[in-house]
C-alpha cells in the first residue's frame, strides 16, 4: 500500500548544483553492457517478441555489491526500476526511459515507509515525505512493542511468508484515513497511526494472529482485532478475513 500524506506535510528540498549524470540518472550504457536482454512487445498485453519490428529492447541485471543486492530492470519504452536490497530497508527507484529519476520509495524489511522522495523533470530532487520525523512513536518504539509481545520479527516470515490461510503480515504507518478499510472501527481521519496486520503475537496473553492499530504520537492502543479465520463472501462469493474485536479505544 502506498502513504501519502497533505501537501503541509512535504519538505522542498533545495538542487545541489550537481549535474543529473553526476547524480540521480539511471547510467543506462551500464546497464546495456551488462544486463540480460530481450525482446519485449507492448500489444495490450506484455508478450515476449523474438523477431518483431514493433518490440523494444528489455534489460534486467542482477548484481551484488557489498552484500546488497541490486535489481535494475526496464527499458526505454515504459521506463525503468532499481531496487536495492539491504539488510533492513527496500529501497525501489522509478526512471522514465531516458534514464531521469522520477521517485524514489525507501521502506523496512517489515514494510513500513521510512521516506518517499519526487523528483522534477530534469530529475532534480523536488519533494520529500520523512515519515520518521512525522511521527513520535518511531520505528525503534513499535518494534520494542512488537518483541515485548511476543510478535514475529523474522525478516523472512515478513517477504517470504506464501500462506494461502493467513494474510500477508506487514507493518504500515500513515494518516487513519489511508487505512478505513482495515480500522473502519476507529473515527479518524488525518491522525498518524501505526498498523499491525496479521502477525502472529500476544495480547494480554493471548497468543494469535492479530491486527493492532496503536496511535502514531503516543504509541497508544487504538484498536486490536484478532483473526480467527477467513469466511464466505457475499452470496458465497469469494472470501475474506475475518476477525475478531478486542478492544476499541473511545
Not at 501519502?4 to 550504457?29: E, H, V
Not at 534489460?59 to 536495492?84: A, C, M, P, V, W
Not at 473502519?184 to 496479521?198: A, D, G, H, M, T
Amino acid at each position: 500500500m502506498k502513504i501519502f500524506f497533505l501537501l503541509s506535510f512535504i519538505s522542498i528540498i533545495s538542487c545541489n548544483g550537481q549535474t543529473n549524470k553526476d547524480t540521480n540518472m539511471l547510467d543506462l550504457d551500464y546497464l546495456k553492457k551488462n544486463g540480460n536482454v530481450s525482446s519485449i512487445s507492448y500489444n495490450g498485453a506484455v508478450s515476449i517478441a523474438e523477431d518483431n519490428k514493433s518490440s523494444v529492447k528489455h534489460y534486467k541485471l542482477s548484481e551484488i555489491k557489498n552484500n546488497i543486492k541490486i535489481i535494475t530492470e526496464g527499458d526505454e519504452e515504459i521506463g525503468f526500476s532499481r531496487t536495492i536490497n539491504d539488510t533492513d530497508y527496500i529501497t525501489i527507484t522509478e526512471f522514465d526511459g531516458k534514464g531521469f529519476p522520477k521517485k524514489s520509495e525507501k521502506k523496512s524489511t517489515y514494510g513500513f515507509y521510512v521516506n518517499q522522495l519526487e523528483y522534477d523533470q530534469k530529475g532534480n530532487p523536488s519533494k520529500e515525505i520523512n515519515y520518521d520525523l512525522l511521527f513520535k512513536f518511531k520505528a525503534k518504539d513499535i518494534l520494542n512493542y512488537m518483541k515485548n509481545n511476543d510478535f514475529n520479527l523474522d525478516k523472512k516470515y515478513y517477504q517470504n511468508i506464501l500462506s494461502s490461510e493467513v494474510p500477508p503480515p506487514t507493518i504500515l504507518r500513515g494518516t487513519a484515513d489511508e487505512f478505513k478499510l482495515l480500522i473502519p472501527e476507529l473515527k479518524l481521519n488525518n491522525e498518524f497511526v501505526w498498523i499491525i496486520s496479521n502477525v502472529e503475537g500476544s495480547y494480554k496473553g493471548n497468543k494469535g494472529i492479530y491486527l493492532l492499530c496503536l496511535d502514531g504520537n503516543t504509541g497508544k492502543e487504538l484498536l486490536v482485532k484478532k483473526y480467527l479465520g477467513k469466511k464466505s463472501g457475499k452470496n458465497g462469493i469469494g472470501t475474506y478475513p475475518n476477525y475478531e474485536t478486542i478492544l476499541v479505544s473511545k
